[in-house]
T-cell receptor, first 112, second 113 residues
Framework: GQQVMQIPQYQHVQEGEDFTTYCNSSTTLSNIQWYKQRPGGHPVFLIQLVKSGEVKKQKRLTFQFGEAKKNSSLHITATQTTDVGTYFCAENYGGATNKLIFGTGTLLAVQP | DGGITQSPKYLFRKEGQNVTLSCEQNLNHDAMYWYRQDPGQGLRLIYYSQIVNDFQKGDIAEGYSVSREKKESFPLTVTSAQKNPTAFYLC????????????FGPGTRLTVL
């Protein structure tokens, strides 16, 4: 079945350092979404990527979709303590049903 | 959050009892979803519904049941047949169609003793 692999599982950085999480699929993705879940909270939608090679930015966050649409990445520049949480990628595999397969997530810890 | 409510936030039940988790949304969304999250893991789809009076099994539907009698409500019953029910349960909704974001409720943490 379809699988979405996400690495690393855990990353600990000093505040101000950069952070990147990677999402890889065994199949071509129609689109990919990214969510953030704060500790003890629920996932919150960040962004959706649809086009091959697409790059989108949200302040210090940069999202990329691979040229072959089989991988994606999220890069955070100069992390802050507010960036703490688990970042999930999610593949839309259900067409119009919008069913998502979530990656295992990357837990980001930021030391002040 | 986002117009989706789940109650209660924490729930304790004895083994062998059925328990129903509520999920209500006022976003006028057609599609609703139930996920299960275990510690340190991603979300796994239990059931989803695209329209009232219709729902489909997700990847881990065994031991669970749902109903969708109203657009706003999508309750999940965790039955005694679920072998390992202790988990964090998240409900979500979306406007439907390809690629629409999902809005999540605050979740219910179920502990079966």
């Amino acid at each position: 079945g379809q699988q979405v692999m996400q690495i690393p599982q855990y990353q600990h950085v000093q505040e101000g350092e950069d952070f990147t999480t990677y999402c890889n699929s065994s199949t071509t993705l129609s689109n990919i979404q990214w969510y953030k879940q704060r500790p003890g909270g629920h996932p919150v939608f960040l962004i959706q990527l649809v086009k091959s090679g697409e790059v989108k930015k949200q302040k210090r966050l940069t999202f990329q979709f691979g040229e072959a649409k089989k991988n994606s990445s999220l890069h955070i520049t100069a992390t802050q303590t507010t960036d703490v949480g688990t970042y999930f990628c999610a593949e839309n595999y259900g067409g119009a049903t919008n069913k998502l397969i979530f990656g295992t997530g990357t837990l980001l810890a930021v030391q002040p | 959050d986002g117009g989706i409510t789940q109650s209660p936030k924490y729930l304790f039940r004895k083994e062998g009892q059925n328990v129903t988790l509520s999920c209500e949304q006022n976003l006028n969304h057609d599609a609703m979803y139930w996920y299960r999250q275990d510690p340190g893991q991603g979300l796994r789809l239990i059931y989803y519904s695209q329209i009232v009076n219709d729902f489909q099994k997700g990847d881990i539907a065994e031991g669970y049941s749902v109903s969708r009698e109203k657009k706003e409500s999508f309750p999940l019953t965790v039955t005694s047949a679920q072998k390992n029910p202790t988990a964090f349960y998240l409900c979500a909704s979306s406007g439907g169609g390809l690629g629409n974001e999902q809005f999540f409720g605050p979740g219910t943490r179920l502990t079966v003793l």
